[in-house]
């Protein structure tokens, strides 16, 4: 008797082998994990998986685009919520650092992942910085235009912004810090002086 066999045209697939890739990444680390691997879970050749995705790099790329998807909307939905622009700001910082610290503390895999990515520079994760920017951006240009803030340049801000709270979020730096901060302290003061520079 033959094997039942997936319905390999069928338009969620790219979406079964995504889910199928993170099970396995999360479980046995991204590096360790092979199409191959994928396969089989998925009772399909590598060749079919290569039909959806042209290469593994291509199945990370797209994981780690639908993990950042995941952190993007945490900000967004801060960036959109009520109080004045010095507090949204604020916890934007504070909330990219403790999803940082979260991923680092609770799921090691993950956190590999992310770590590559960004030292290879991803396209998924210059995208997500980006996006970013432009959300920080339009919370600094509301906060100019309440009179909360000064800027000549709300996106120019943005990045500053963003480098300047870098040992927070990037997962490298976030866990050397998170070794000598391990009450998550640190972040709030660098968000407050990040505040202080933003201050009419």
Same mark, same amino acid.
């Given at each position: ?19 199928? +890739? ?11 994990? #092979? ?7 998925? !009772? ?25 998807? *995941? ?8 960036? $959109? ?18 999803? #940082? ?39 600094? !240009? ?8 000064? @800027? ?14 870098? @040992? ?15 009450? !998550?302290? !640190? +972040? *709030? ?7 202080? @520079?933003? $201050?009419?």
């Amino acid at each position: 008797m033959n094997a039942p066999t997936l319905d390999e045209s069928r338009p969620d697939m790219r979406s079964r082998i995504l889910a199928t +890739a993170e099970q396995l990444f999360r479980h046995y680390g991204y590096t360790k994990t #092979t199409v191959a691997d994928i396969a089989r879970e998925l !009772g399909m050749s590598p060749a079919n998986v290569y039909r959806f995705f042209p290469s593994k790099l291509a199945i990370n790329e797209a994981l780690c685009a639908q993990i950042l998807a *995941e952190r993007e909307a945490t900000i967004l939905a801060i960036s $959109r919520s009520e109080g004045s622009a010095r507090d949204r700001l604020k916890e934007i910082l504070l909330a990219n650092n403790r999803m #940082t610290r979260a991923t680092l503390m609770d799921e090691k895999k993950v956190h590999e992942m992310v770590v590559v990515a960004m030292e290879e520079n991803w396209g998924a994760i210059q995208e997500y910085k980006d996006r970013q920017s432009r959300i920080i951006a339009k919370v600094i !240009g509301e906060g100019i235009a309440a009179g909360e803030m000064v @800027a000549s340049d709300p996106l120019a801000a943005a990045e500053c912004v963003q480098r300047a709270y870098v @040992a927070m979020f990037h997962p490298l730096l976030a866990a050397h810090c998170a070794e000598e901060d391990e009450d !998550g302290s !640190g +972040a *709030e003061v660098m968000a407050d002086f990040i505040l202080r @520079a933003l $201050r009419p």
